[in-house]
């Protein structure tokens, strides 16, 4: 099976007034489609640069990452912001929701900002398929957390990406709202469609397929299918340095 995204040996360093920190220390990985990978591991590891390098929002020191085929190194600015676009999707821990506009148009405006005109169909599809219908024509500050992360989710749904990658979805969250979410999340991740999701909820990150065990920015341990009770154990072991 072709890869949906192909990193490898991706180095992330920055260099500071006491010298240079190295953030990512050489990760290779794959990701085919139809996978939810979860990327855990102590506060510091690299889970979020890794992410930041896998998506494009931000370039490694060294490496190659490629998306489709694509190395995304080869895109300028202009082609990577249409590639993105068009393939990847985004969800963060802040919704970064446009206060002014409501649930619907906030699912709308990607599109909108692209100059294409506005499938409705789609938009309300996608805010069912996230359980808001009702509240459509609602403002972000008339929405709960739960509500808001679930409108960010329908929004970067509505595009259908092949790729989504959520940086800590349900940190905001209290249970109820955050077990919807993985739920959608993990839904999402079937047939073409891949998500990749960092958390610090291990029990969340026993939903994917693959779990990704960061230490010190490299892969310390990679579970398949693992029940929580591994994912723990997993991290425990990476915390203490242990094998
Ligand atoms: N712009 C930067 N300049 C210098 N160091 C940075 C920068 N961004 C991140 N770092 C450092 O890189 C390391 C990894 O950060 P990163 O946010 O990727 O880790 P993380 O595993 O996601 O952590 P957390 O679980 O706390 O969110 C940290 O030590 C952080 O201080």
Redesign the pocket.
């Known amino acids: 099976m072709p890869h949906l995204l192909f990193a490898r040996d991706l180095v992330k360093t920055?260099n500071?007034s006491s010298g240079s920190?190295t953030?990512l220390a050489g990760i290779s990985l794959a990701i085919q489609p139809g996978e939810l990978v979860t990327i855990v591991?102590p506060?510091?590891?690299?889970?979020?640069?890794l992410l930041q390098c896998l998506s494009g929002l931000d370039s490694p020191t060294s490496g190659r990452v490629e998306i489709e085929g694509t190395d995304l190194a080869t895109l300028g600015a202009d082609a990577f912001a249409e590639f993105r676009r068009d393939r990847l999707g985004f969800v963060f821990q802040s919704y970064n929701l446009i206060p002014a506009l409501s649930a619907f148009d906030n699912i709308a405006l990607p599109t909108r900002l692209s100059g294409g005109s506005v499938d409705k169909a789609r938009v309300r599809s996608a805010l069912s398929a996230v359980g808001l219908t009702e509240v459509a024509r609602q403002r972000p500050s008339q929405l709960s957390g739960g509500q808001q992360q679930r409108v960010a989710i329908a929004r970067a749904l509505a595009a259908s990406p092949a790729l989504l990658f959520a940086d800590e979805p349900t940190g905001a969250l209290d249970t109820e709202s955050g077990s919807r979410v993985l739920t959608l999340l993990r839904t999402y991740a079937s047939g073409e469609r891949s998500v990749v999701m960092?958390t610090?909820d291990l029990e969340a990150a026993a939903l994917g397929d693959r779990v990704l065990v960061?230490r010190d920015g490299g892969i310390h341990t990679q579970l398949v299918r693992p029940t929580a009770v591994d994912v723990f154990a997993a991290v425990d072991n990476a915390r203490q340095g242990r094998r």
């Open positions: 920055y500071g920190t953030v591991g506060s510091g590891s690299g889970k979020s640069t960092v610090h960061l």
